[in-house]
C-alpha cells in the first residue's frame, strides 16, 4: 500500500469549478501530510473578501452546515466518494440540502489564521481519509480550439 503522501497524490480527472467567483489566487498551497497526523495544509487557501458568496464547487448533498472549532464549515458529498469542506462560512445550507455546482452554500467569513489578504477561503477535498489537492480538480476555463492546417509553413 502506498504512503499517505503518494495516495494524495493520487489522479483524479478535473471536475470541479472554482469555489469563488472570480476565479481566486492562492494564498496558501496545498501540502500532503507525510502521515495521517502529520504536518501539512490539507486543502487550499483562496484570497476572498468577507461576505463573499462561497460556491458548491460540484453538485452533491451537504453532510455538515455548522460551526466547528468555532468556525463555520460546510462540507459536500459528491459522486464517487469525493467530499469537498469550506471554511471559515456563514452556511446558507443545511445538512441534506442537495446542491447543484456553482450554487451559493455559505459567505466567506473573516479570520482565517495566516491569510495574508482580509479573507481567506480555505477549500479541501478528501476522498475517504486520503486529502487531494482541490486545484488538480478544477476544470480549466481554457478553451482548446483546432486550427486549419492549410498555408501553415512547416
Known sequence: MPAPAARAQSVVEPRFAWPLSPAPSVARPFDAPEHAYGPGH????????PG?????AGPGYVVFAGRLAG?????????????TTYEPVEPRVSSG???SQGQVIGTVAAGHAGCPAAACLHWGVRRGEEYLNPLRLVVPDTVL????????VA
Do not use: F, T
Request: aromatic share 2%.
Open 42 to 49: 490539507r486543502g487550499v487557501d483562496l484570497v476572498a473578501s
Open 52 to 56: 463573499q458568496d462561497v460556491l458548491a
Open 71 to 83: 468556525r463555520g464549515v460546510v462540507s459536500v458529498e459528491h459522486d464517487g466518494g469525493l467530499r
Open 97 to 99: 440540502d442537495q446542491v
Open 145 to 152: 480550439r483546432l486550427k486549419p492546417w492549410e498555408g501553415v
